[in-house]
Nanobody, 125 residues
């Protein structure tokens, strides 16, 4: 059974950092693209970053460029989102998602058939 599990969310002060993990089970990520998305209350789900596991190619939405870094560890069958210089507007539920052999439109949630359950990130003083 294909499953994605996010972890690492929590409460952090503005300017702080968090590292989210997305661990896959039931399949190997080697030929997948992993997307990171977030959804704040009353807002649409937004693509934050994506990474092609095979070669590490990555993309970011403009609002997180330079602050967030996506990475992967094939040996651990996992992907990560390092979030630095966090702002209150980064507060949301963060999801990871997976799609095989697709990298185009990797910041669109409609590209992905497989989703994790989400982890809450709250940036507040």
């Amino acid at each position: 059974q294909l499953q994605l599990v996010e972890s690492g969310g929590g409460l952090v002060q503005p300017g702080g950092a968090l590292r989210l993990s997305c661990t896959a089970s039931g399949f190997t990520l080697d030929y997948y693209t992993i997307g990171w998305f977030r959804q704040a209350p009353g807002k649409e789900r937004e693509g934050v970053s994506c990474i092609r596991i095979s070669d590490g190619s990555a993309r970011y939405v403009d609002s997180v460029e330079g602050r967030f870094t996506v990475s992967r560890d094939s040996a651990k069958n996992a992907a990560y989102l390092q979030m630095n210089s966090l702002k209150p507007e980064d507060t949301a539920v963060y999801y990871c998602a997976a799609v095989p052999r697709v990298f185009s439109k990797c910041l669109s949630p409609y590209t992905y058939p497989y989703w994790g359950q989400g982890t809450q990130v709250t940036v507040s003083s």
